[in-house]
């Protein structure tokens, strides 16, 4: 058995344009099908749906997706592009213009909290943050 698995997001109208937006962020990302109720895109080679399913439901930070980055200039990058016109939270969180959840985080980030001796370091410093700082991190 070979079932595909991937995230459907549930839009009143709008899953064109945040196809759009997501593909022009992400590399090796493109719309792959679409119609007037569902439109299906690959981000960085992932499938998902965008449906235009009406006002009944919303996103919230139940459901995020989550960017590992290696470098601060990725964690800058995703950070802009996503949170632009949209909230940015704590702790690397942010809602893009759509509602969606984001999490921007340092792929080092489980190294750090894996030592016990640095940990209460490392979730000190992140919790004072918005956006993540590797450098601050790194120093914690």
Known sequence: MNNSIYPCLWFENQAKTAADFYCSI?????ITSENSIVVRFELNGFPFMGL???PQY???PANSYVIECKTQEEIDYYWEKLGANGNYNKCGWLDDQFGVSWQIVPAILDQLMSD???AP???EAFMQMTKFDIETLLKA
């Not at 992400?26 to 493109?30: A, D, L, T």
């Open 26 to 30: 992400f590399p090796n990302s493109k």
């Open 52 to 54: 235009n399913g009406g």
């Open 58 to 60: 919303q996103f919230s």
């Open 116 to 118: 016990p001796k640095r």
């Open 121 to 123: 370091k490392v979730i």
